[in-house]
């Protein structure tokens, strides 16, 4: 959805396979553009995590209120250490885990309020996907990843439906087919006094104990 007086831009599509998808992507992104793009359990909308005008564009195409906040992805330990307070102890098993599993924290960094949702917290996740991976590593800092879906509507792993959803306003999407079927990432609050789990998605209670206290 675009402001009154802004004209939409017809959605480009690339391929997964395609040998130039990581080039499009980084610089469609440092440009200041939104994408569609594979993560490890959902197809993502994606901008630069810092980029106030980008993330304020994905929440107009979603038709959210704004207080939502949009979970951020970062490639690896050390990205995640460089932009959130993380205990020590949690961070080493965190990072070895290859779970998909997001955690609530304080901010080192700051973040738009798009991205926060007006709170001291932000939600983050290593992400697992080569892919997603590939797309962080080129451009060197967190990018969103909220479900790509308009609000209030279910979560879908198929292209056709992103596709049909998103006919204009996103700048590219990439055409992944259909990812494996995905309940999204758990959720743990970790900002609490004691660490509170939000969603279970694809992981288990157990799974989640053991990742937080080993």
């Keep these: ?22 080039d499009k992507l980084s610089e469609c992104l440092k440009g200041g553009g939104v994408i569609v793009y594979p993560t490890e359990t959902l197809y993502g909308i994606g901008c630069l995590a810092f980029d106030r005008e980008a993330c304020r564009r994905i929440v ?8 939502e906040g949009l979970i951020v992805l970062v490639s ?96 590219v999407i990439v055409d992944s087919g259909n990812l494996p079927p995905s309940m999204g990432s758990a959720i743990v609050n970790l900002t609490t006094t004691s660490p509170e789990i939000i969603r279970e998605g694809d992981l288990s209670v157990t799974e989640i104990e053991k990742i937080l206290h080993g």
């Design 76 to 171: 690896d330990e050390e990205m995640l250490d460089r932009h959130f307070h993380v205990p020590g102890d949690l961070l080493e098993r965190y990072s070895r885990s290859q779970k998909p599993l997001t955690l609530i924290l304080h901010p080192k960094s700051v973040f738009p309020q798009e991205v926060s949702g007006g709170r001291d917290s932000v939600a983050a996740r290593i992400s697992t996907s080569p892919f997603a991976k590939e797309i962080l590593r080129r451009v060197g800092e967190p990018v969103t990843s909220t479900s790509a879906n308009i609000s209030g509507r279910g979560n879908s792993n198929r292209f056709a439906d992103i596709r049909r959803d998103f006919p204009s306003g996103i700048d």
């Design 60 to 67: 107009r195409i979603k038709q959210r209120s704004g207080g």
């Design 1 to 22: 959805m675009s402001e009154p007086g802004e004209r939409e831009k017809l959605t480009e599509t690339i391929k997964e396979t395609d040998p130039l998808v990581f």
